[in-house]
């Protein structure tokens, strides 16, 4: 298969992890006999410091023209203490995201046995979880109206939701729920917001279409306990935007380090495949950021080219590499100096030559 | 002292934990020769049934006209497949808050020893965990705006913030780090949204006023993540509405049981106190629902009015009643059959015989 492939590296840890990334998207195309051709864009703090936007139109148009986009993490410290900044990093993943419609992010949790000992949750409770949360990531408070007064004295940001927008993201949740543990969670706060009564309208009256699914229904604030509670008891949950971005920050506890979750970012045209952690600038160019995240990220991106044995071959990688500590610091009690790179090479040879790496 | 104090018991588990602390409450009165009167007003689902409105004027007044008022919970499950009805319970307890001008829900996180087994968590990652949060109650996306367009097809809500409200809860919380561990972490999401960017930026210019506090800022989803991972990094945290209602909830994974986490809801004038748990309807009468919450909530009162030998003693006889396994099925695994008022009667004698009791 001819794959082109759009490569976002962003900010702080983001070039570092993307490169691993591409290193073993490159030996699968070796391996497989592919063709992945590669091309780079500038993206948030990297592209503001280039061209004053954190969106430059040729990054948007090498998207928009390439097969698919892999995308690393946005943002830059020196922003967080900056309110008044005008332009600021993340305004190009927000751009990006709504320019090229992607309005289904699915970040999959799953608990891996070799590594349950690095939960701060007991064991137990754990132990074989398997959630996928289905993110709205077009709409809501993160493209809503904002203000800010012109005394600089009052600021709002408008949380809307359409029909629509939650009819297309919910078919997608509902059908992997029959694919699946047949279980379809809706967190909202309805209790108390317009927009998730109209969430829950909405699902409500879809759920007919989906009979063989159960259907449950939970307050954000109980939904971000009983994740922690209570982990197996979800399946497939589905929410809006912000919940969602807060659900699967919380639910990388469970998994031992967000360092290993990976998303896909989904829209009638276009897919982009982004870990689920940010830019995390203090560990930048230490050779300490885990890259798993990101090699699960181009893990997903075969998947949804179907290249699915492509793809069971880097999660077979990566179990063992988590079996046999070759993990970056954040996960590894055994060895102290396994970096970013390491990871990456032991994936790649891992591809390299499958049988061999197999024995060990 | 004198004090008369109107009781809203509620919707569901409301009126069966909130009688225990009154009981709590008459034997401390009894104790230490205070007069404790009582008066009761509806309030959510139950004045709703009565009325047709979940804020009766009666019981505004009668909050009004108190010292202080102990609220019980509120919710119904009807509502939460009606996302059309017009009254809703939990208008009651908003509308109140803000009649109130109850700004200040200041909620501690305590981890107590002998319950660190009841967590998911590990008992080292929880122990010595006591974390206050001052989340703000009378503003944010719960009193915005809120729209349903005409043809039902889309929703919205709007978060809004002016300086003067995140000054004044921010000055408490300011205050309560002062008297702790002198650490204030701010939590929001500046990076997207504009009433997180003001909130950012007013905590940024209060600092100076409070040098000897180390003020730090997570994003929502950080937060959420560090709360499980990391808690006794925190010691104070300052939040919005929302975001407050969504970290309180997921930190009672910490102490073990919602069932455990109590609040004090402080205005300029007035004062209310809460649990955090909500009405529970399935476990209504049954006998199980923890009366702790509403309990530390009256004791969270008594401190409001300075009588802290009073509260004091209270804590007293519920850590004895923890240690005991004198507790409702949520937290008991030795006994099945101690019920909810089982625990307030074994707390009101406590207090009746402090001398005796100690001694078990
Ligand atoms: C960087 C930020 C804007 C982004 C978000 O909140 O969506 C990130 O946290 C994520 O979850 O992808
Ligand atoms: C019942 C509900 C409106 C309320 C809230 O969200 O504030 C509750 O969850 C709480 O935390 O006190």
């Not at 691993?20 to 998207?25: E, N, P, T």
């Not at 600021?155 to 694919?179: G, M, P, T, W």
């Not at 108390?192 to 109209?198: D, E, I, P």
């Not at 922690?228 to 971005?245: A, K």
Request: proline share 4%; net charge negative.
């Amino acid at each position: 298969m001819k794959l082109h492939i759009a490569v976002l590296p962003g900010d702080g840890i983001g070039p570092e992890v993307t490169s691993q990334a591409v290193k073993v998207l490159k030996a699968i195309a070796m391996e497989f006999g592919h063709i992945f051709t590669f091309e780079y864009g500038l993206i948030g703090g990297a592209a503001i410091k280039k061209s004053g936007t954190a969106l430059p139109e040729e990054t948007l148009s090498i998207c928009k023209k390439a097969d698919t986009i892999l995308f690393g993490a946005i943002g830059e410290p020196k922003y967080n203490f900056d309110p008044d900044a005008k332009v600021r990093p993340e305004q190009g993943l927000l751009k990006l995201r709504k320019e090229l419609d992607l309005f289904a992010n699915i970040r999959p949790v799953i608990a891996y046995e070799d590594l349950l000992n690095h939960s701060p949750l007991k064991n137990k409770c754990i132990k074989d979880t398997d959630i996928i949360i289905y993110r709205e990531l077009s709409a809501g408070i993160y493209y809503g109206d904002k203000t800010l007064s012109e005394d600089g004295q009052s600021a709002s940001d408008v949380c809307q939701y359409n029909r629509f927008e939650i009819e297309r993201i919910a078919h997608l949740a509902f059908k992997a729920a029959q694919s699946r543990q047949r279980k379809l969670t809706l967190v909202d706060k309805a209790n108390v917001l317009a927009s998730s009564r109209l969430w829950r309208k909405v699902i409500m009256e879809m759920a007919p279409q989906y009979p063989n699914v159960t259907l449950d229904f939970y307050y954000i604030d109980n939904a971000a306990m009983q994740l922690i509670l209570n982990p197996r008891q979800f399946d497939v949950i589905l929410t809006e935007n912000m919940f969602g971005d807060i659900l699967s920050e919380e639910a990388s506890v469970i998994v031992g380090s967000i360092g290993l979750l990976a998303s896909a970012s989904l829209g009638p045209k276009y897919a982009m495949f982004e870990p689920i952690h940010g830019a995390y600038s203090k560990a930048t160019d230490k050779g300490i950021a885990n890259p798993i995240a990101s090699i699960l990220s181009a893990t997903m991106l075969l998947d949804h080219f179907g290249l699915l044995d492509e793809a069971s071959l880097i999660r077979k990688a990566i179990k063992k590499s988590l079996k046999l500590h070759i993990t970056t610091p954040d996960l590894n009690t055994k060895y102290d100096n396994i970096s970013t790179s390491k990871v990456g090479d032991f994936i790649e040879d891992f591809i390299n030559h499958p049988e061999e790496t197999n024995l060990n």
